[in-house]
């Protein structure tokens, strides 16, 4: 719960490998101890013989090679000032800054150093230019390794009970905001 109240937590563990989990007392959770919980070795494992073929295609999509970036596609994320006038003995900048930006006036250029001011976006910058994507025609789908019978694997129907219970253990956490 996403509260700052207190709460009463219970798990009920049944001769059956069940178990079901409370929240002041409705129930929250619910299933096999077996399906659950990693408690036993898994009943199939991947098969150790087996690999992806070496030409298996992942990729549902690919760029399109028809596709071509359009010629007034512009990548630049920022621009100059058309307001602002550029000294001549000066280079151009890559950036400019905003003409609009003011220095603080508790600014001290000793101890906070030099006042740099915001940059201007770029109005026209639509982001890095990617074709389109179409579907890979030699798309297999997503490869998934064959599996076999563990042979670690041994079912315990008894999973649920714990011949020398001696301590139980609560991981209570709380949080203040």
Same mark, same amino acid.
Not at 61 to 75: A, T
């Given at each position: 719960?996403? #509260?700052?109240?207190?709460?009463? *937590? ?8 069940? *178990? ?9 959770? /619910?299933? $096999?101890?077996?399906?659950?919980? #990693? ?7 991947? &098969? +150790? $013989?087996?690999?992806? +073929?070496?030409?298996?295609? #992942?990729?549902?999509?690919?760029? &399109?090679?028809?596709?071509?970036? +359009?010629?007034?596609?512009? !990548? ?8 602002? /006038? ?11 800054? &905003?003409? !609009? ?10 101890? &906070?150093? #030099?006042?740099? +001011? ?6 026209? *910058? ?35 009970? *714990? ?13 203040? $905001?």
């Amino acid at each position: 719960p996403d #509260d700052k109240l207190s709460h009463i *937590y219970t798990l009920v563990v049944k001769p059956d490998n069940t *178990y079901e989990m409370f929240i002041d007392q409705e129930k929250k959770e /619910s299933g $096999s101890l077996e399906a659950d919980w #990693d408690f036993l070795e898994s009943k199939e494992i991947d &098969d +150790p $013989s087996d690999k992806k +073929p070496e030409d298996w295609v #992942d990729d549902a999509m690919i760029p &399109d090679p028809e596709d071509k970036k +359009p010629e007034d596609w512009d !990548d630049n994320p920022k621009i100059d000032d058309p307001e602002d /006038s550029k000294p001549e003995d000066w280079e151009q900048p890559e950036y400019i800054a &905003d003409p !609009d930006a003011k220095k603080p006036e508790d600014w001290d250029d000793d101890t &906070d150093g #030099d006042w740099e +001011p915001a940059m201007i976006p770029n109005p026209d *910058y639509k982001g890095e230019w990617k074709p389109k994507q179409i579907d890979n025609p030699n798309y297999k789908g997503e490869w998934v390794h064959p599996q076999i019978d563990n042979p670690e694997y041994a079912e315990d129907p008894f999973l649920y009970r *714990y011949a020398n219970t001696e301590f139980i253990g609560f991981d209570l956490w709380q949080v203040k $905001s």
